[in-house]
């Protein structure tokens, strides 16, 4: 057996090494290891720790999971309130915005704003708290002013880090972001669950939910959660950049991940460009966004614009119309002859993202999943954006008089599951 010396040295070497590798992985995206070697990594390291308990700290990277599950959650106050966000809706209430932030701040005719410009990530927000680098308290946002101690629970998300990284980090620490479960851990969550319980969530905000505020972190630490950085609370020393992205980039260099999409625009154009290729690019992306968040870049801008009652004047969420009429089953009646099928009629109207769908005209899909058109409340839903405010007018080959309900329509997104009642002629 090696000496308490020896291994303390090793076990220290072990958790830089893998707290790098984390930082490569949830931070930067680019491993640089294999995950075989990552584990055999932890295996060391938790051999080493089982050998000599004395060397085990709470920052380890083996101790994400700990203790019994808790009674209830612990009430905390936030040292500084927890802030909302106004709406904007259209390209010309974002345009108001940024007229209303540049006379508050007498800027000249030709003087445009800089803003940082990132998703609007459908999760829930947290706060953490770091002091002298190490995460001594995790809670949600609950009412603005205070929430809940979730500590336990945010310790078993791989992606933030129980001890920062380097050494020039303030001694305190307070970053706010979202806790999110990426649509690929959501399936497979609900894949798992069918097979057990068969309880399933309704989306991946619900299962982000639900997962964090478990009593048990032994389940939380099987759910496949994640996080990105979008903003601070209390900081000391401050402050740790001159803006908001400074700010925000410094963090990744202590080992906290920040959305990789978030950039720097320009004016209220440079906002609606981002928007537009996000909104594009939205049903791609790895995770459920509602909107697009910008702020006022420089932070003594920031200072001098205050805010309102729960929401400051210096940052706006531009929303994408409401994605679904989720949980909304609308009887419909659904027509068609050998070549084409209409589900549609005098209830079927529905608000989609953001249009109102009243005749929904379906392409004949999936051959396989043909079913008998006398079994109709379909369940309409838009799943993008592009299309927004256009209509499907379109018509597509049908397989056979049987309504084949499709899983999408090609050219209006709209998506459609079996249902139970009817009120269907074909
Ligand atoms: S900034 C003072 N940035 O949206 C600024 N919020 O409607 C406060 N959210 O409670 C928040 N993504 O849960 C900000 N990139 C982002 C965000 C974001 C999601 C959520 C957050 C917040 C809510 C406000």
Redesign the pocket.
């Known amino acids: 057996m090696i000496s308490v010396k020896e291994a303390a040295s090793r076990i220290d070497k072990l958790r830089d090494e893998i707290n790098f590798h984390n930082q490569q992985y949830h931070v930067y995206d680019e491993p640089r290891i294999p995950d075989s070697e990552y584990d055999r990594l932890m295996l060391e390291l938790q051999s080493l720790e089982s050998d000599f308990p004395d060397l085990i700290t709470p920052e380890s990277p083996t101790q994400r999971v700990g203790g019994a599950p808790l009674e209830g959650f612990d009430t905390v106050k936030h040292r500084l309130p927890?802030?909302?966000?106004d709406n904007a809706f259209n390209a010309a209430e974002l345009e108001d915005f940024d007229r209303r932030v540049r006379e508050r701040l007498e800027l000249a005719d030709d003087e445009s704003i800089a803003y940082v410009a990132?998703?609007?990530?459908d999760g829930?927000?947290v706060n953490l708290r770091y002091e002298q680098g190490r995460l001594v308290l995790a809670a949600t946002?609950g009412d603005g002013a205070s929430g809940e101690d979730v500590t336990s629970n945010v310790r078993t998300i791989s992606a933030i880090p129980l001890r920062l990284l380097g050494t020039d980090y303030p001694a305190v620490l307070e970053v706010r972001g979202?806790v999110f479960m990426p649509k690929a851990g959501f399936e497979k969550l609900n894949e798992r669950a069918r097979k057990a319980d068969g309880k399933t969530f309704v989306n991946p905000r619900n299962a982000a939910a639900g997962s964090l505020r478990q009593l048990d972190p032994r389940i939380t630490t099987t759910r496949p959660l994640t996080f990105y950085c979008?903003?601070f609370g209390e900081i000391d020393p401050a402050p740790i950049g001159e803006t908001q992205s400074d700010s925000i980039l410094r963090l990744r260099q202590w080992g906290l991940p920040v959305s990789p999409e978030l950039q720097v625009v320009q004016g209220a154009q440079g906002c609606i460009d981002y928007y537009e290729k996000i909104a594009v690019r939205r049903d791609g992306l790895e995770y459920d966004i509602d909107g697009v968040?910008y702020?006022v870049d420089r932070l003594s801008r920031q200072k001098t614009l205050g805010f309102v009652s729960r929401a400051?004047r210096w940052?706006i969420?531009y929303k994408f119309p409401a994605q679904s009429a989720d949980g909304v089953r609308k009887p419909i009646r659904v027509s068609g002859g050998a070549h084409r099928c209409e589900c549609g009629g005098s209830s079927a109207a529905c608000f989609v993202g953001g249009v109102t769908v009243s005749n929904a005209t379906l392409h004949n899909m999936d051959e396989g999943r043909t079913q008998d058109a006398g079994d109709d409340t379909v369940f309409v839903r838009r799943s993008g954006d592009v299309f927004r405010g256009r209509a499907c007018s379109r018509w597509y080959p049908a397989v056979t008089r049987k309504v084949a309900l499709p899983a999408n329509c090609p050219v209006y997104p709209v998506r459609i599951a079996p249902a139970r009642h009817h009120e269907s002629t074909v």
């Open positions: 927890m802030l909302s966000l990132e998703p609007k990530l829930l927000a946002r979202e979008y903003g968040v702020k400051p940052a969420a």
